[in-house]
């Protein structure tokens, strides 16, 4: 049975003043309920929770009173109407009646959502790098979806905690990747809802809106188990002959050198000669726009020479990971591998040979963990992969199990000598 109250929450407390919001709660079954914000905040000691109304004491209690109310009553009677005309009251139907959203009400100089988030980006741009910025028009494009998906237009006041559940659902079954393939990992989840938790915070800072509620939208993060290639099969790459087929030939060698110097791809294929410096790399990379200078192994040179102090230039990405896998084949490098993630609350495994699941990010995470496994101090492994804590950067790292028990032996090995 459908119910209306008032609601405050007792622990979603502001650092910053104090108080907490007032919410109209509608509970429209036992599993679907959303809050719509009141716009009045109060004191906890300002409210009765055994009977969800405003104590007297409040200095401000008839104005706040008389407000809330009526925006309980608001709800009560949409829900009522609804029912009376043979209408599901579901909770999207209440916040579109509520918010006004189909009734094409004058917004007649006010800038929508988008139009914000718009701003936003710009904004934005000045300050951070190429790929943070296309994080945001992805949030976007999952944002202008969801819209499509739920057939409602989104706006400021439509997002609460029944926004979330359902942009949730739709992030994990419905929003359709590069590849083609519906939902999303939930990894790229989580860093969708971060970044519309930053854009709405930073709209609540400028007073484009009122604080909304956040503290229920969770973010999920999982240990990513992308793999990485030994040196050993780094070198069978390079010494494929490859001289048939130029293209091929162009992407292993710019494959190879990325293993190299752990750079991300965008850094990798911008480089130049004037980039190279003796035995060394200087540039300054596009996501941290941190200055890096990182050493160059033979191999490394051997390719810069065999391109006149540069790098196989003109390859796209697409390419790249397209033509790399069959590359990485035709190396011998097929070992299976069991690759299990979550959709949703469910696991679901599947098993690749290793050559599908190599791509342009695999050169990066073969460097760092080859350099860590050779004992390289993670703290100069850091300055070239641009990792700010340690924490962070051994969960980057790919050490297997067995790989990680003969590094202690050797450690142990080693202090038995000293000793």
């Not at 409210?47 to 969800?52: A, L, P, V």
């Not at 009734?103 to 980006?121: A, M, P, R, S, V």
């Not at 926004?163 to 860093?191: C, H, R, S, W």
């Not at 490859?242 to 050198?257: M, Q, T």
Request: charged share 30%; aromatic share 10%; with cysteine.
């Amino acid at each position: 049975m459908a119910s209306v109250k008032l609601l405050v929450k007792k622990h979603n407390v502001s650092k910053k003043d104090g108080k907490t919001p007032i919410y109209v709660q509608y509970n429209y079954s036992r599993d679907k309920r959303i809050l719509i914000n009141t716009n009045r905040r109060i004191e906890v000691k300002f409210w009765d929770f055994k009977n969800d109304v405003l104590r007297r004491s409040h200095p401000k209690y008839d104005t706040i009173s008389r407000h809330i109310k009526k925006t309980k009553l608001e709800i009560e009677t949409i829900v009522s109407i609804a029912l009376d005309d043979g209408i599901d009251p579901n909770p999207e139907y209440v916040l579109n009646q509520y918010y006004g959203i189909n009734q094409g009400g004058d917004n007649t100089g006010k800038k929508d959502l988008f139009e914000y988030f718009e701003d936003y980006i710009k904004a934005k741009s000045l300050r951070v790098g190429k790929h943070t910025i296309n994080d945001y028009y992805a949030l976007k494009k999952h944002l202008k979806g969801y819209e499509k998906w739920s057939r409602s237009k989104l706006d400021f006041k439509s997002i609460n905690y029944w926004f979330y559940q359902n942009f949730m659902k739709y992030l994990n079954y419905n929003a359709v990747k590069p590849d083609g393939e519906k939902g999303l990992a939930v990894n790229t989840i989580g860093k969708t809802l971060r970044n519309l938790k930053i854009f709405l915070r930073d709209c609540a800072r400028k007073n484009i809106i009122d604080l909304i509620d956040l503290s229920d939208f969770k973010v999920y993060q999982e240990e990513v188990e992308n793999i990485y290639l030994t040196e050993k099969e780094i070198n069978a790459i390079f010494e494929l002959d490859l001289s048939d087929n130029k293209e091929r030939e162009r992407i292993r060698d710019l494959f190879v050198l990325g293993c190299y110097t752990g750079l991300r791809y965008s850094d990798l294929s911008s480089i130049t000669p004037a980039n190279v410096k003796d035995e060394f790399i200087h540039l300054r990379q596009g996501k941290t726009m941190n200055h890096v200078v990182i050493p160059l192994n033979e191999t490394a040179k051997e390719i810069i020479r065999k391109y006149n102090g540069g790098i196989p230039e003109g390859i796209h990405m697409n390419d790249f990971n397209k033509l790399i896998k069959g590359i990485t084949k035709d190396a011998g490098i097929n070992e299976e591998i069991i690759i299990t993630q979550k959709k949703g609350s469910e696991k679901v495994e599947k098993t690749y040979k290793k050559f599908e699941l190599v791509a342009s990010h695999t050169c990066r995470r073969s460097f760092c963990t080859n350099e860590y496994l050779k004992g390289t101090p993670a703290l100069f492994i850091m300055k070239i992969s641009g990792h700010r804590t340690e924490r962070n950067f051994l969960k980057y790292i790919k050490v297997d199990e067995q790989i990680a028990a003969q590094k202690m032996l050797e450690f142990w090995n080693s202090q038995a000598r000293v000793h």
